[in-house]
């Protein structure tokens, strides 16, 4: 269980910011987030800390921090949760973009660049979820 603490300034003034308890665990979660760079799913995380931390205590932290909008779900190819660090923590719905699962690595990648469809022109409709997936191979994968 190795995580950088480059970003541990980072992660406790996000988590002060979003008004949650800076918690050792959470902390290191959050860095986690920040340094890795992809999606995660709980059996990752679980993995990551070696078993060592509760998976109660992984999902409340989970359901915390994307209450406050710091993560959020992202699609995965065999329909499990994903998590994925919102880039824009003081806008809660800043996920409404693109993302791109591998074929090979089976990772999910956000695409920021890639934004969702306005449609509140659809009136008579009551959206409840909007998914804009792109499947294919990332760049470690397509060679």
């Known amino acids: 269980m190795k995580i950088k603490n480059s970003n541990s300034k980072d992660a406790a003034l996000i988590l002060s910011e979003s008004g949650i308890s800076r918690t050792k665990f959470r902390t ?3 860095n986690l987030f ?3 760079n ?3 799913s709980v059996d990752e995380i679980m993995d990551f800390f070696e078993n060592s931390i509760n998976k109660v205590t992984v999902y409340r932290s989970l359901d915390s921090f994307e209450n406050k ?3 959020h779900k992202v699609p995965d190819s065999n ?3 994903r998590y994925s660090l ?3 923590q003081n806008n809660i719905n800043s996920h409404s973009h693109g993302h791109f699962i591998c074929y090979s690595c089976s990772q999910t990648f956000c ?3 890639v934004k969702s469809p306005d449609l509140t022109t659809l009136k008579d409709y009551d959206i409840k979820e909007l998914k804009l997936i792109i499947e294919g191979y990332c ?3 397509r060679v």
Do not use: R, V
């Open 38 to 40: 992809k999606s995660l």
């Open 79 to 81: 329909n499990h949760k």
């Open 139 to 141: 760049k470690e994968c």
């Open 28 to 30: 290191n979660l959050l």
């Open 34 to 36: 920040i340094d890795s």
């Open 69 to 71: 909008g710091i993560i």
């Open 111 to 113: 695409l920021e660049s």
């Open 86 to 88: 919102c880039n824009d």
